[in-house]
């Protein structure tokens, strides 16, 4: 029980270095560029606070830094909330980044010097035995890591995870210092999480009615609502809108005038109430994908009750899934169509549609007018029988293809006997047939060809 405090020390410090980096995502627009200003802020405030616990010897010092670390969190989460309306940034707005930097070390400061405290007190508290500090807060880390990603994350939204690291750390400060008193700062947190969502309502934009904000684990999804119009971010950067006709109709109206026979259709994200549009069409099927089910459901009640019955139209499929590696996974042609229904590349995550390699693998799924012109030939001149739509590497596995027509001889094993290039009389395929039930096809394919 003596490693307790040092292993929840190490849990309670990555949950909350998680917390603090996603809102910082959300608020500064999720650029990958806010992951390394947080963390570089992190390690060198940390430090700091490292560096002035080590001067500190106080018995009590390291029961104490827990109390520091329980009161300083929820703070924490809730001023770098606050960071926009009280810095005078709009939702979707990019913040510069010299304020991004300065907002950063901020918001984060106190909490970090406190975290930054406890290792040099967890050293003294174990008998200056620094490498099993080391370790056992290693362990706390990597457990906290893994509850984060498989228990919380989607599941409990930020700031009751604030809460509940700071009663844990206050738990812990009394079984560190077994004082009573510091039982009732456990009141402290519930006060702080229920003052803190008051207070986040304060901050509201002038003529914008706020609707809904859920996490998942994908990131923080903000519904804001000016006059008539639903306005759907995700962390802070600007989805989509409903309803928004003229947008939807130039999303799906355009791609289709380019491929106005495309029967299959791949759809990557943005509004699901672009689907609408493209059921106009007679499409045989829509794919639709998005990875944050979260996010899908929001979408859907947003939408209309028309609006939805869309979504569950026998040809409409939704896909919760990786879009780039969906795309990535298929084998053979699939679509006549892909729209990428996403905002601009601002951030590396959405960058990775607008790159040379995705453009290739979308090519690869891509239907290169081939069943889109195929089938409907097949429909005009009445051909019901089996069709196989082929490619280089269906050629090379019947031995290659050198003229049309082709014509395979398959004896009832399976076996390929025989293959003749050109025309034939039709006698020919009705002694094919007769020597089919003789079970002498091989025979008959060497007398055709002498002949021939």
Same mark, same amino acid.
């Given at each position: 029980?003596?490693? &307790? ?16 980096? %996603?809102?910082?995502? *959300? ?45 300083? *969190? ?47 007190? /967890?050293?003294? #508290? ?8 080391? *370790?056992?807060? /290693? ?15 989607? %599941? ?9 690291? /700071? ?10 210092? %077994?004082?009573?008193?510091?039982? !009732?700062?456990? @009141? ?44 759907? #971010? ?97 084998? *053979? ?8 229904? @996403? ?41 019901? #029988?089996?069709?196989? !739509? ?18 395979? @001889? ?13 025309? %034939? ?18 025979? &008959? ?8």
């Amino acid at each position: 029980m003596i490693y &307790l405090p040092v292993i929840l020390m190490g849990v309670s410090s990555i949950v909350l270095q998680i917390l603090c980096l %996603r809102q910082l995502l *959300s608020t500064f627009s999720g650029n990958e560029l806010v992951i390394g200003i947080t963390f570089a802020v992190w390690l060198m405030i940390v430090s700091l606070g490292s560096f002035a616990g080590s001067r500190i010897n106080s018995r009590n010092a390291f029961g104490l830094s827990f109390i520091s670390v329980a009161l300083v *969190s929820q703070f924490t989460i809730i001023l770098i909330k606050s960071v926009r309306p009280v810095a005078g940034f709009e939702l979707g707005e990019v913040i510069p980044l010299v304020t991004t930097v300065g907002w950063t070390v901020l918001s984060m400061a106190v909490l970090c010097i406190a975290i930054g405290i406890q290792f040099p007190l /967890a050293v003294s #508290y174990l008998k200056e035995r620094a490498p099993e500090v080391y *370790s056992f807060e /290693a362990a706390g880390a990597f457990a906290g890591g893994v509850l984060f990603t498989f228990l919380f994350a989607g %599941r409990m939204d930020t700031y009751t995870l604030a809460m509940i690291a /700071a009663v844990i750390n206050i738990l812990v400060s009394f079984y560190l210092m %077994r004082k009573k008193i510091v039982l !009732l700062l456990l @009141i402290l947190p519930v006060v702080l999480y229920m003052g803190g969502t008051g207070i986040m309502s304060l901050f509201q934009y002038e003529g914008v009615e706020f609707v809904k904000r859920a996490e998942s684990r994908y990131g923080e999804i903000t519904v804001l609502k000016i006059k008539d119009q639903l306005n759907v #971010y995700s962390s802070e950067k600007f989805l989509f809108s409903y309803p928004d006709h003229q947008t939807e109709e130039t999303k799906a109206h355009f791609p289709m005038s380019i491929q106005p026979s495309a029967g299959k259709v791949l759809i990557v994200g943005g509004s699901p109430a672009v689907i609408r549009e493209f059921l106009k069409y007679p499409v045989d099927r829509i794919d639709f994908v998005e990875i944050d089910p979260v996010l899908m459901g929001i979408s859907r009640g947003l939408m209309s009750m028309d609006d939805r019955e869309y979504l569950d139209n026998k040809r409409v499929k939704l896909l919760h899934t990786d879009a780039r590696s969906y795309i990535k996974s298929q084998r *053979s042609p699939q679509y006549d169509l892909i729209v990428l229904n @996403i905002p601009e590349p601002s951030t590396a995550n959405i960058n990775r549609y607008y790159t040379r390699e995705f453009f290739e693998e979308a090519k690869s799924a891509l239907d290169k007018k081939g069943a889109s012109v195929v089938k409907p030939f097949l429909k005009k001149n009445g051909i019901t #029988y089996l069709c196989l !739509l082929g490619d280089e590497r269906t050629t090379e596995d019947f031995g290659g293809i050198r003229g049309i027509p082709t014509t395979f @001889i398959i004896d009832r094993k399976g076996r390929i006997v025989g293959k003749l290039v050109g025309y %034939r009389d039709k006698k020919v395929f009705e002694d094919i047939n007769q020597e089919s039930a003789n079970r002498n096809l091989e025979a &008959l394919y060497q007398k055709i060809i002498k002949e021939n």
